[in-house]
């Protein structure tokens, strides 16, 4: 049973560049979480989709976007890349978008995004 | 504004001691409360879970703690062990369902 997968692993990019992170869920996930965590820090949650939508956003500006497919992968798109971008950028995937007592979201590996 | 704080970035304990890791939450909304264990290079794997109608929650070695008019919870591990050596996450979830995820607090364990 695969769990949740992220590519890539490692990526760098220069200020003002785009960037592409995708996800695959859990098998048998419908819902996907992007988290942000910089250095020494938690991780801070983006945005959620499910059914394809994004259903929640934190507290992120406009550049971070998202897109959800039917078969439940994920992809997060950063634009206008700054320096404060850099970090790891975690998927979650869950069964559905309320986590319910007793569930837990899946974490997948990370990308580290390093800005320069 | 921090809602979930972890005070202690880091923790050294002896491998058979009990190691005690804390947090802070500030919204009494939250109603749902998980820890989470991060290695290198690797993502967070769940731990343990807090309903906020219970105080504590047990699993083998782990015993999380909920003083909810404290706005506190600690996360015991007893024995400690070298693999435990990890960063510990404390994590609430909000009225939408959200996790709010406090910085972390770096448990060594020396053999």
């Known amino acids: 049973d695969a769990g949740v997968t992220q590519s890539p692993t490692h990526l760098i990019k220069t200020r003002g560049q785009q960037v592409t992170l995708r996800c695959s869920p859990k098998?048998?996930?419908?819902?996907v979480s992007w988290y942000q965590q910089a250095l020494g820090q938690g991780p801070q949650f983006i945005f959620q989709y499910y059914e394809e939508e994004e259903r929640q956003r934190g507290n992120f500006p406009d550049r971070f976007s998202g897109h959800q497919f039917p078969n439940y992968s994920s992809e997060l798109n950063v634009n206008a890349l700054l320096l404060g971008d850099s970090a790891l950028y975690l998927c979650?995937?869950?069964?559905?978008?309320?986590?319910?007592?007793?569930?837990?979201?899946?974490f997948g590996s990370g990308t580290q995004l390093s800005v320069l | 504004d921090q809602q979930v704080k972890q005070n202690s970035p880091s923790l050294s304990v002896q491998e058979g001691r009990i190691s005690i890791l804390n947090c802070d939450y500030t919204?009494?909304?939250?109603?749902?409360f998980l820890w989470y264990k991060k290695y290198p290079a690797e993502g967070p794997t769940f731990l343990i879970s807090i309903s906020s109608i219970k105080d504590k929650n047990e699993d083998g070695r782990f015993t999380v703690f909920l003083n909810k008019s404290a706005k506190h919870l600690s996360l015991h591990i007893v024995p400690s062990q070298p693999g435990d050596s990890a960063v510990y996450f404390c994590a609430a979830r909000d009225s939408s369902y959200k996790l709010i995820f406090g910085s972390g607090t770096r448990l060594l364990v020396r053999p």
């Open positions: 098998s048998g996930h419908d819902t």
């Open positions: 919204n009494s909304m939250f109603d749902y």
């Open positions: 979650a995937s869950s069964d559905g978008p309320t986590l319910a007592t007793n569930e837990k979201l899946f």
